[in-house]
């Protein structure tokens, strides 16, 4: 038996798909040590079939494979199932965000050897050399959970701070998999969208974030001169003209920002990313315009509820206010940069009146913000529990009644993956009325204001659906609007950027 190591990115989205950065930065971290190859579930349409003929030519010894929620797990956890069963010998790995939080369900499974417990940059390359050298003094590497006998054992948690020294990602080693250009998609961004990952973590510890039990209010980034050579290359090399920053949080340092506005604004090329409302709302007018002059066209932001007291029971902290968010939209909009706001809904409070209160006065604060600036985007979340273990939002959680599968395949059954989605809570507080004006209100709010970002709805069609939902919007009339959903589905065929990334090929 090689040495050879399979790594796997299970299926998310159909054309939503991106530069596997997950995959392609653990391959970073073991190119030249270990021969790897690619297999990309979003770019296979039979996937285990090329898995299983990779494997059973016996040259292989690690299947290393990326778990997020959602639909990831579709093929994660019986591909891993089923290696096990057919190749024993095979050692199979899982890193990613659902791994490294649900990590004793998926070591219980018994099909799955080792975890990687947040950056795999130092973790994965140890763990295959002390396996290959059969060594097997686990402990020392960080970064690892993995069972011994019945015990769980989860070595020294550490976080690496030095991004610019990594490993420059191997882009042609996954060109030789699967043409870098078909990564590369028209958005509302540009013709060639590429992904880019420039830091890891965040400062802050939202309780409803998933992020949190993994970097810890810890946050790193790379320099913007590094930043902006890979950006380069993804230009000059393969025709990118837009990039997406999939950080939890590019907008951490406002001096590396307009250090890479200056030094991409030449190359006129779009860019979006993910910022707190409170940070970028320090930064100064001009580091707004310049940012805007070097192609920001739009910016994600957790912008949660319009309620202060619930931003605190999220622990959202800084300085967000429900005043501040109205605000920034308004400045947002002066330097024609985009707010892409999120909404998190059906936040566990004492009585269900108080749950459906608050859902309202959320519903009422998203339409003022649609008054102030009528370009916000709106991304609205329902509430699904992570595992941020003593907060007090967590703790409530709990109380309600409220637990994780403890079975690595009851992950597979649909409502959990639609809790996954953020789309069906399984929450014992948020009661199916409760859901159902929810998904009404997006509805209407998504009929009268449909996405920017899907470049397939013509101007007509907007101002149809505008016409069609205005009654509803300024009534509050959620309950069953169906002849909006029957449009949005059969005639615009309406796309989630939030579940299936920004808008893709126009046919
Ligand atoms: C790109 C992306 C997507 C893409 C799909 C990507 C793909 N794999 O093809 C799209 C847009 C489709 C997507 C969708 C969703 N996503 Co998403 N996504 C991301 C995003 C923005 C970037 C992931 C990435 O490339 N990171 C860069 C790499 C380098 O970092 P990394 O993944 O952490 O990898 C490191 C370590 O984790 C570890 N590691 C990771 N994988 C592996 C594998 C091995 C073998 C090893 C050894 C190590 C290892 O080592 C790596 C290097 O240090 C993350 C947020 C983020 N910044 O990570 C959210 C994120 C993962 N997504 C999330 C969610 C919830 C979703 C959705 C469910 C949202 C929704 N409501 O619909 C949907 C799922 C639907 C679907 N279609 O799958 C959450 C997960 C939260 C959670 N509960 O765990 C995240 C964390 C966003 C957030 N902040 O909440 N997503």
Not at 80 to 109: C, H, M
Not at 206 to 229: D, H, L, M
Not at 464 to 486: A, C, D, G, H, T
Request: hydrophobic fraction near 35%.
């Amino acid at each position: 038996m090689g040495d050879k190591v399979l790594l796997f990115n299970p299926f998310a989205a159909k054309n939503g798909y991106r530069i596997p950065n997950s995959i392609l930065q653990v391959a970073a971290s073991i190119d030249g040590l270990f021969e790897f190859v690619i297999v990309d579930g979003n770019r296979e349409n039979d996937p285990w079939n090329v898995i299983d003929g990779y494997l059973s030519g016996g040259e292989f010894r690690f299947f290393g494979c990326t778990v997020m929620p959602g639909p990831q797990l579709k093929q994660a956890i019986p591909y891993s199932k089923k290696i096990r069963t057919e190749y024993p010998d095979i050692v199979i790995i899982w890193g990613g965000y659902f791994a490294s939080n649900q990590y004793k369900t998926a070591l219980d499974s018994g099909f799955v050897d080792f975890i990687i417990n947040g950056q795999g940059d130092h973790a994965f390359p140890a763990l295959l050399k002390n396996l290959s050298n059969d060594e097997r003094d686990l402990k020392s590497i960080h970064n690892l959970m993995y069972k011994e006998g019945s015990e769980i054992v989860i070595t020294h948690k550490e976080f690496i701070s030095d991004q610019d020294n990594l490993p420059r990602l191997p882009y042609e080693k996954l060109d030789s998999f699967y043409p870098l250009s078909g990564y590369l998609k028209k958005t509302f961004l540009g013709k060639r969208t590429a992904a880019y990952h420039a830091s890891f973590g965040c400062p802050f510890t939202c309780s409803f974030c998933a992020v949190v039990p993994i970097y810890n209010a810890r946050w790193r980034g790379k320099s913007a001169q590094t930043v902006y050579e890979d950006v380069l290359y993804l230009i000059k090399e393969h025709g990118a003209d837009a990039v997406e920053f999939h950080d939890n949080n590019f907008f951490v340092n406002e001096k590396m920002v307009v250090e890479f506005s200056k030094l991409i604004k030449p190359h006129n090329i779009e860019w979006w990313g993910e910022g707190r409302i409170d940070t970028i709302n320090k930064y100064s007018d001009d580091s707004l315009q310049l940012m805007r002059e070097s192609g920001c066209k739009m910016i994600f932001f957790g912008a949660e509820t319009g309620n202060d007291e619930i931003l605190k029971k999220m622990d959202k902290g800084g300085t967000q206010t429900s005043q501040q968010i109205k605000d920034f939209a308004a400045r947002m909009k002066r330097f024609d940069i985009i707010p892409e706001y999120s909404f998190v809904l059906g936040i566990p409070l004492d009585t269900e009146q108080e749950v459906n209160a608050q859902i309202d006065s959320d519903i009422a604060f998203i339409k003022e913000i649609k008054e102030i600036n009528p370009n916000t985007e709106v991304i609205i979340y329902l509430y699904s529990p992570v595992p941020t273990e003593g907060s007090e939002l967590y703790e409530k959680v709990k109380e309600a009644g409220f637990a994780f599968p403890e079975k690595l395949e009851d992950w597979l059954n649909p409502d959990w993956e639609n809790f996954d989605l953020r789309r069906n809570p399984l929450t014992p507080w948020l009661k199916p009325y409760m859901v159902d004006k929810i998904q009404g209100f997006e509805t209407v709010l998504n009929a009268r204001f449909p996405t920017v970002s899907d470049l397939r709805i013509t101007n007509d069609q907007r101002k149809i659906m505008k016409q069609l939902s205005s009654f509803r919007y300024k009534n509050n009339l959620y309950r069953r609007p169906y002849e909006l959903k029957v449009l949005q589905k059969v005639w615009l065929k309406y796309r989630r950027p939030e579940i299936e990334g920004f808008e893709m090929e126009v046919s």
